[in-house]
């Protein structure tokens, strides 16, 4: 399970969102909006949440990062009062997973972006990530004791987190690396360690999308990337062509109306036009 649908209505959602803009927690209102299905409000406060991000100075806990180069992470604070981690290693991973999350309509990961930091006369690059408040380890949740998923197998209510990490190539997903918010969302955090397992599997037929994500899934591949390889953005649309075909052999691939096929075609084709320029 990814959010809370089950048990708020779409207006209980709704006015749960504009609670947490009160309280100045965006990234848990833009969730909710997200499941009330009121994509605009969604896309409008994750737009404005990018770019605080990208452009408000650091409050306090990025020093730390930039001495110690050898912190894989440090949390930190906005000037505008968001609570982030800080990333010096695996920019470009962290920003990746965060973006295939988003366009395949998984809503896991918390709003993720590279930015540039200034620091005694020098400029880093680093990712920066919103901490979700109000969060508990998946080691701390329901699945105490079994929600290592480096060596235990996910849960089938878990099936959206199976799919990106199984797209990503994530080995990585221990009972650290995923969190619980309102109790059944999970939040998935620590994607550095992608693109690490080369071994081509087929997806087992219970981690299979739903309709909706298997209709972004049929219109999305990773075009080239700045900081992802070749051989990786080929591996990552080599599993997601399984995954295709799988739902083909089910009949259970959303159909795709003249209209959707004509769009995919034309902007197939400025694409292939845009290479070449």
Request: glycine residues 6%; contains cysteine; neutral net charge.
């Amino acid at each position: 399970m990814t959010a809370a649908a089950s048990t708020f209505t779409s207006q209980q959602l709704v006015e749960q969102a504009e609670l947490y803009i009160k309280n100045n927690q965006f990234q848990q209102a833009i969730w909710s909006y997200q499941e009330a299905g009121n994509h605009t409000l969604a896309e409008k406060f994750k737009k404005e949440l990018e770019l605080r991000m990208k452009a408000s100075s650091p409050a306090s806990g990025f020093i730390d990062i930039l001495i110690d180069k050898k912190l894989s992470f440090h949390k930190g604070y906005l000037s505008t009062g968001e609570h982030v981690i800080a990333k010096f290693y695996h920019i470009e991973n962290e920003v990746l997973a965060y973006q295939v999350s988003e366009a395949l309509g998984l809503y896991l990961i918390p709003a993720t972006v590279d930015r540039i930091y200034k620091f005694n006369g020098r400029e880093y690059r680093i990712s920066v990530q919103i901490m979700v408040d109000d969060t508990i380890a998946g080691f701390e949740g329901p699945l105490r004791g079994a929600a290592d998923f480096t060596i235990r197998p996910y849960p089938p209510e878990y099936k959206n987190l199976y799919l990106l990490d199984y797209l990503l190539s994530n080995g990585d997903r221990h009972e650290g690396n995923w969190l619980l918010l309102w109790r059944d969302r999970v939040v998935a955090i620590d994607h550095g360690f992608i693109f690490r397992e080369p071994i081509l599997l087929d997806i087992p037929d219970e981690y299979l999308p739903g309709d909706e994500v298997a209709q972004k899934l049929l219109h999305f591949k990773l075009k080239n990337t700045v900081g992802v390889s070749p051989a990786n953005i080929r591996a990552f649309n080599q599993r997601r062509d399984i995954v295709i075909e799988r739902l083909k052999v089910l009949k259970r691939l959303p159909r795709v109306s003249p209209y959707e096929k004509a769009l995919e075609t034309c902007i197939n084709s400025l694409a292939s036009i845009n290479a070449l320029l």
